[in-house]
């Protein structure tokens, strides 16, 4: 019987021989590595390299030590890792790494393994988009290390092996985690759990490269295209990415694109607030890293006011465009408390400050924002005012009428049956005037306001709030107060009185599924910690 650790080495060698079969064809089509096309294994030294295999996984063999590549063979490495990289950080890619450092840095035909692994977000947490409970069960889950396989130039020339074995495996693997599998498909945490191995094995990767990026000096990486892949990674958000380069070598945050950009300079041009983040858990580097100004002039509070293609682009993931407005004005007024006051003074090449780019670029949006607030308030005050009107109303025609002797009414009197449904009614029927009322009180504000730039900061937000939240109350406490109208008048006819009050709920899910998400998001857009985090700790 197979033991769990020899379907792990059988799997293992599997896994390698469709590395080697990959790498067959890639050296038949380059025709420049010999091995490939002059060794082949036999059937007992295929056993031999099972048998090195189970001892490897044992710790029974140490790994080889890291061996420099020629020029050819890095080439060749460097198309098969790109080709493992781009889908996931797979084992052959991380003992191609393992192996050959310099592989990283090589560039092939059509690709560079580094740049790719800098800009495949999908291999990091933070290009993860998880829910909360989703991040909480990764948290949660073991991190996975990858193998400590490193013998993938031990079977580079094994081009072919046993279709059975495949039939094999296939059939162990499933009697063995069929079930399991099942169940943890079912609630989705082997899909988290592998999530989190490709996170491992990326950040194993990025280890790796740093260590031998660290032994460096500035010439080598200037020429190589460790800047080429710190940009990209700046532009897509890596942060994982830029945290290992820099802690390698600290120089390269210093490096700039053809613009005479920086990191942090492209981070504020593509709204990546993460990167961003970083320059506080640096507080020792920003006196070198903020001044910097690019060829147009511009320093970093310019690319933090000015709206462009770049910046729009991650405005999508917002919804409305009074939110996105928003969220521009966050950056640029949070850029601007980072750096030194003197900055908001600066002018670029064309004579403007970083103010009068802000108001320059951010006409249209604040024109969409206003009408988008408007459109929202005036289909809100109807809905607010014809609740108010309807309370109201009801406020002096109560079920069962008044006592006329005295006025009172007559499901008020005390040990009446109906004496607590009547109470409800009344608690409700109250509530929702007053909710509606201020609802509508707000909105009418949100019409009313001259629509400033700093108007979407604070003070319009704020008015949408209330009013969403008043009017959410107000429809809520009506249908309360309806279904114990309802129950006062059918005397307990439970059987019609249940369905009634089933579909009195109807309005209120659809309302809170409508338009909950949006007011959640405004609050914490509002009151949330900001797009920066000021409390980042040193990382370097």
């Not at 797979?90 to 790719?116: H, W």
Request: with cysteine; charged share 15%; hydrophobic share 45%.
């Amino acid at each position: 019987m197979l033991t769990q650790l020899n379907v792990i080495i059988i799997f293992h060698c599997y896994v390698f021989r469709e590395f080697t079969f990959r790498l067959a064809l890639l050296c038949c089509w380059h025709n420049s590595l010999d091995m490939a096309t002059n060794t082949s294994l036999s059937r007992s030294s295929h056993q031999k390299s099972l048998q090195d295999e189970s001892n490897l996984v044992a710790g029974q063999q140490q790994p080889p030590e890291i061996t420099p590549a020629s020029n050819s063979t890095a080439v060749e490495g460097a198309e098969l890792q790109t080709v493992e990289v781009k889908p996931r950080a797979s084992d052959v890619a991380f003992d191609l790494i393992r192996q050959c450092p310099a592989i990283s840095l090589t560039i092939d035909i059509y690709y560079i393994p580094l740049v790719g692994l800098a800009t495949e977000k999908s291999l990091y947490l933070s290009g993860s988009r998880l829910a909360f409970w989703q991040r909480w069960i990764y948290y949660c889950l073991k991190e996975n290390k990858p193998p400590a396989s490193t013998y993938a130039f031990t079977y580079i020339s094994e081009r072919r092996q046993s279709e059975g074995n495949k039939s094999v495996i296939t059939q162990v693997a499933k009697k063995l985690l069929g079930l399991g599998s099942n169940l943890l498909n079912m609630f989705g945490i082997e899909q988290i759990y592998d999530l989190k191995s490709d996170h491992a094995n990326a950040k194993e990767l990025l280890c790796r490269i740093a260590k031998y990026i660290s032994t460096l000096d500035k010439a080598q990486i200037l020429q190589g295209v460790v800047h080429s892949a710190m940009i990209g990674a700046a532009k897509l958000g890596v942060t994982e990415f830029i945290i290992e380069m820099s802690k390698a070598n600290p120089d390269i945050m210093s490096f700039t694109d053809e613009h005479g950009r920086n990191i942090f300079m492209i981070a504020a041009i593509y709204r990546q607030e993460k990167v961003f983040s970083l320059i506080c858990g640096i507080p020792a580097l920003t006196g070198q890293l903020l001044p910097y100004v690019d060829i147009y002039g511009n320093a970093l509070l310019h690319l933090a006011a000015e709206l462009g293609p770049n910046s729009e682009a991650k405005l999508t993931q917002i919804s409305g465009a009074a939110l996105q407005m928003q969220r521009e004005l966050q950056w640029f007024t949070e850029t601007k408390n980072i750096l030194p006051q003197v900055h908001a003074r600066y002018t670029n090449n064309k004579m403007q400050t970083a103010k009068q780019i802000f108001d320059e670029t951010h006409k249209d949006l604040r024109k969409q924002g206003e009408e988008w607030m408007k459109q929202l308030a005036s289909s809100s005050t109807v809905v607010g005012t014809l609740i108010m009107t309807i309370m109201f109303a009801a406020a002096f025609t109560v079920p069962g009428g008044n006592d006329q002797n005295n006025g009172f009414p007559i499901f008020l009197t005390s040990g009446h049956k109906h004496e607590v449904a009547f109470m409800i009614f009344i608690i409700s029927d109250a509530i929702s005037l007053f909710a509606s009322s201020t609802s509508v009180l707000m909105f009418l504000g949100i019409l009313t306001t001259r629509y400033a730039m700093e108007d979407f900061l604070t003070s319009l937000p704020n008015k949408l709030i209330i009013g969403l939240s008043t009017l959410f109350i107000s429809i809520a406490t009506m249908m309360a107060a309806f279904c114990a109208s309802l129950v006062i008048m059918l005397q307990g006819r439970l059987w019609i009185i249940i369905p009634i009050i089933l579909l009195a709920s109807i309005p209120i899910t659809l309302f809170a599924w409508l338009q909950f998400p949006l007011l959640v998001e405004v609050i914490v857009s509002t009151y949330g910690a900001g797009i920066f985090d000021r409390k980042m700790k040193p990382w370097i």
